[in-house]
């Protein structure tokens, strides 16, 4: 993203602010995604100083709104107010995506889903992947209400959907 | 004819209105004369209120205005190093003996008087804010270290909303101070003001409507603090200042705006102000002011 941002504004900052360097960054990476094969992209905001809410919506949540995208979004390298920041517009949208904790290697979610997907998210992200059974017997539930939330996570392209079972997003 | 508008000798957010309410109608048919000679203390909103009458002015095609600078060499002095008289040069003919800025280094100004034109200038007030923002944020007034970033935030955002809704440029300055009269605390202080089309003009054309009768300056604001909307149908707008009061709730802290004849504020517990003052006297474009109060030592 550092790279990307200075590439953006011409200028050496560290700063993802305002709505005008966001949409050129958001530009950019989706050109870059445009042109890959690859099904996941990981955005890493270790060399990004600030980030402020118009940036955060232009960016991450516009990206996560292109509809017909067949990509996956992850996040990594985000400071405690980088996640503030992108926690709020994500809500704010009723959006939500994964990102990967400075030394972890277990995604959390940002943004909002339901909570029953949110504990989905985490079971499947800790189990590796999981089909509705699979599911349903880890966490204690019925199998409608594991189809339901395996469900929202799809829809919000937090895990992907091969044959009957869901997967993790890549995070290396 | 001249009028003549005299700066408050104490010159702040409270003595705003009887700074505007010198120049009666906008825009004043008159040529224009700051009167300055007399104050003895200016806050960064008030200085940028200055810049902001000499700006409106001079977008409404009005002769320059003069403006006798202080008479008070301390206060000159203090002027001279926000960065004030610099940009003063531009829009008025000035009359006095106006000093050379000060010598740079750490300082209370945190932010020059800076212009915000566009948003290449909010990438460079964030830049320049931040090493500065630490050492007082932090250092002075013991707020966590993370509130750094969230004042830089909150400053972001505050400048972009010129860039954005006011259709013409702004300034921004900040400095840290102590407070004595009102809270007896050092304080961070950012002061945004423009002199474009206001919150009311702003917002009209997508929102007036739903207000009926009660439609006014007021009204725009109340939309924009307490309900972020914005004139923009992007669903992802009007986030800003909702950002802005949550983190300010969580350190005490205050932000009023004033826009035409109206000015709303979220007014923290160590402050007497009234939230929402109507039919003020009337002042172009928005002013914005954010207090930052250092945290209470027993709390620390």
Known sequence: ???????????????????????AVRTRIEAALADSNCLTALLDFSEIELV?????????????????????????????????????????????????PPGCRAPRLLGWVRADAREAFACISESGPLDVTGLARALGWPES???????DLTLHRLVRPVGEFYYPLQTT | MTKVIEVPTHFDDRSFDAFAAGFGEWPPAEKV????????????????????????????????PLLTVPTSDEVKRYWAR???????????????????????????VLLDVTPVRASEDVHGVVHKISEGASRILHGELGLEMKATLRFSMALSEACQNIVEHAGTS???AVQAYTFRRRLGRRVVVIAVSDAGVGF????????????????????????????GVSRFRDPGRGQGLAFIKRFLDQWEGKISIRSGTARLSIVPPWDEDIPLSDHLPSFPGAQVQIIIPAQDPKSR
């Open chain 2, 33 to 64: 004369l700051i009167d300055a000679r007399g104050t003895q203390w200016a806050s960064p909103y008030g200085l940028i209120g200055i810049l902001t009458a000499g700006q409106a002015l001079a977008e409404a095609k009005r002769e320059k």
């Open chain 1, 52 to 100: 402020d809410l118009s940036c955060a919506d232009e960016v991450v949540a516009k990206l996560l709104l292109t509809g017909g995208t067949a990509y996956f979004v992850v996040l990594q390298g985000l400071r405690e107010d980088h996640r503030e920041a992108i926690d709020h517009v994500l809500t704010h949208h009723g959006l939500a995506i994964s990102a990967v």
């Open chain 1, 145 to 151: 209400r594991s189809r339901e939330a395996l469900g």
């Open chain 2, 170 to 172: 702004g300034w921004v």
């Open chain 2, 82 to 108: 926000a960065g004030f008289f610099r940009h003063a040069a531009e829009l008025f003919e000035l009359h006095g003996k106006v000093p050379r800025s000060g010598p740079t280094g750490p300082s209370d």
């Open chain 2, 200 to 227: 009311r003009r702003s917002l009209e054309s997508t929102h007036a409507k739903r207000f009926g009768e009660r439609w006014g300056d007021g009204a725009a604001l109340e939309a924009a603090l307490i309900q």
């Open chain 1, 1 to 23: 993203m550092g790279h990307v941002l200075r590439e953006a504004v011409a200028a050496p900052y560290r700063d993802l602010v305002t709505r005008p360097t966001g949409a």
